[in-house]
């Protein structure tokens, strides 16, 4: 069992059903129509919900920022980079997954994780050593969207990724040193998008398994963004692109531009 904290984190992990709760403890302190909601969700569930101090729950979380509730829940199963390599049912657009290069601060975890399931990420690749775990923390940081993503742990990146192109998906890392911009590329195809450490950026072994590296331009005297505001960036704009092909072929052939240059094919 492992411990959950903050509302969306509960909320979310309830939400998907994936893990087993054994109970929660909710602030005495706190009243109000959200948590009585979530509280009621826990008791339909059959979960058992127990009231506390809060103290006693900052004890538990070891940080203030539990929001009041804590819940403790089955471990997170991770999966195997082979469960990867089919689309989730479903599936409408090419597939698109991440591959997290190290990223060892839990709130840059978090918001990636956010972002990976807002801009319809099909699954995640974490690195076992020298990145952040998928801790309470993290997963408080993802607004629960940890819950609902597919995520693999992997010992070795670089082999995984090559693992990935022999099922026909392209590499595309993220370095300022990349020879174009993200928005001239076409991130509409079967693709991962790799995203490197706070400051060191992708391992040169991994920036040598991309098939393609892109870089976003800057305007000011700074040279890049932080992981999970670059991340944001560049998975919206796949996003955008692939609505935007999803849109062309509703409206059929006629309407379809000539292809951009990147991975059309």
Known sequence: MELLYGVHAVEEALKAGRRRFDHVL???ERHDSRMERLLEACREAGVRVRQEPREQLTVLAKTPAHQGIVAMVR???FLAIEDLFEPPAGSSFA???LALDGVEDPQNLGALLRVADGAGVDGVMLTERRSAPLSPAAVKASAGA???LRIARVVNLARALEELKQQNLWIIGLD???ATDYDQFDLTGNCVLVLGREGAGLHDLVRRTCDHLLRIP???GVSSLNVSAAGAVVLYEAYRQRRAAAA????GPASKPGKQKGLGS
């Open 26 to 28: 909710v602030a005495r």
């Open 75 to 77: 471990a997170q199963e």
């Open 95 to 97: 597939r698109l997954l």
């Open 146 to 148: 940890a819950e609902h």
């Open 176 to 178: 300022e040193r990349g």
């Open 218 to 220: 800057m305007a000011g």
């Open 248 to 251: 062309r072929s509703a409206d």
